[in-house]
DNA sequence: CAGTATCCAGCAGGATACTG
DNA sequence: CAGTATCCTGCTGGATACTG
């Protein structure tokens, strides 16, 4: 029964979630291709991996880790963490005092993703100026 | 030059171009981050990976792709192998005759991109279970 | 067959203001 | 300090209709 299925009705719109991370929406699953591009998908979005690298180095407290990364927005750090958090890849460790303190760290699952993210990362590194005179000789061509 | 910048000027539209490919805007270039995240972007959009297992085992044409794929609007098949043309990872041979036939391929390139995507996807593979039971727990949590 | 053109809904993500 | 709440824009991607 893992990661529950929430079906909407039409004009359902299932605010009652406390919060702004966006809705465990799931088609019924399509086996191993739809988990494997819901990984793309997440790491491919504008901030997981910027996440995960600084906090490949140490944990990290919220503050520190939105200075680190610099330029990414409050609600966009909050909600790129919780999702990593639910899905097992980012620990939140909340000491409570005043002001409170909140200590971000890579869970060994997390740790994990680097090195297969990190092999991407060397191709895309390798092959750049590849793609970058693929796509001069493309804009070439078609501005003529 | 490669990759021509673009910069647009607010009210500047630059629907010059002859189709729908999205436009090659770009920031002057941050270095070794951008370019990472931009090709996990890419791989992670809703159909790249999709095409180029399909282009793996060799050839399609269009229609055969799209049948492959099913579930891909034309527009979207289209969009995307536009950008991977682009981009230097996918051929496009077009044997100019009545009614067209257009023939895709993966360049070596994109050939070379297989290895380092299967190494993510054979994680997400690994760690489902994994990822699936902690996205219950956290789920469970917060719903008390 | 292999596209283009158009329109449109929904979500990602930014800006800003407020709070325990 | 570490968030929430709210509002808003632009892009992604689907549906549909048309064409060389």
Redesign the interface.
């Known amino acids: 029964?893992?990661?529950?299925t929430i079906i909407a009705q039409e004009g359902t719109f299932l605010s009652e979630?406390?919060t702004d991370v966006p809705a465990?929406l799931q088609v019924p699953d399509h086996g191993?291709?739809t988990?494997?591009?819901?990984?793309?998908?997440?790491?491919?979005?504008?901030w997981t991996?910027?996440v995960i690298m600084a906090l490949g180095t140490g944990p990290l407290r919220f503050n520190a880790l939105k200075r680190e990364i610099d330029a990414i927005s409050q609600r966009m750090l909050t909600r790129t963490l919780r999702v990593l958090?639910?899905?097992?890849?980012v620990r939140r460790l909340v000491e409570p005092s005043v002001p409170p303190r909140v200590e971000y760290s890579l869970t060994p699952?997390g740790r994990?993703?680097q090195e297969?993210?990190t092999?991407?990362?060397?191709?895309?590194?390798d092959?750049?100026g590849?793609?970058?005179?693929?796509?001069?000789?493309?804009?070439a061509r078609?501005e003529g």
Chains 1, 2 share one sequence.
């Open positions: 029964m893992a990661t529950q979630g406390h465990p191993a291709c988990a494997v591009n819901d990984v793309l998908a997440r790491v491919g979005d504008k991996i910027r958090e639910r899905d097992g890849l699952l994990s993703l297969p993210v092999v991407i990362g060397q191709w895309a590194m092959k750049r590849e793609v970058a005179r693929a796509r001069a000789d493309y804009d078609d």
